[in-house]
């Protein structure tokens, strides 16, 4: 069984960057497609991009400009980089695995809460 689990600094002041690690067990992040998606408070889920089995990168066209997501294949752990934060970036964190389909995530993390304050 895959299982993800995110990992982050909880606490993050604006300008700054945000940066979350999600570490993979139960299958390679050399196979399939790995997500980074997030919630802010009362809104809805947001995909924020993805990393593919061979490294390629894909990303929302509204957090592009300030968003990285890479690979340590070797840790078997993909990354997320969010820069120059604000507090509107507040949310719950996820990385999940791509289901049985494009647009469908078959395994979460179990989320990391991120909250950008001063």
């Known amino acids: 069984q895959v299982q993800l689990q995110e990992s982050g600094p909880g606490l993050v002041k604006p300008s700054q960057t945000l940066s979350l690690t999600c570490t993979v067990s139960?299958?390679?992040?050399?196979?399939?497609?790995w997500n980074w998606i997030r919630q802010p408070p009362g809104k809805g889920l947001e995909w924020m991009g993805a990393?593919?089995?061979?490294?390629?990168?894909y990303y929302s066209p509204s957090l592009k400009s300030r968003t990285s997501i890479f690979r340590d294949t070797s840790k078997n752990q993909f990354s997320l980089q969010l820069m120059s934060v604000i507090p509107e970036d507040t949310a719950v964190y996820y990385c999940?695995?791509?289901?049985?389909?494009?647009?469908?995530?078959?395994?979460w993390g179990q989320g990391t809460q991120e909250t950008v304050s001063s």
């Open positions: 139960g299958g390679s992040i050399t196979t399939s497609y």
């Open positions: 999940a695995r791509q289901g049985d389909g494009t647009w469908t995530f078959g395994s």
């Open positions: 990393i593919a089995y061979d490294g390629s990168t």
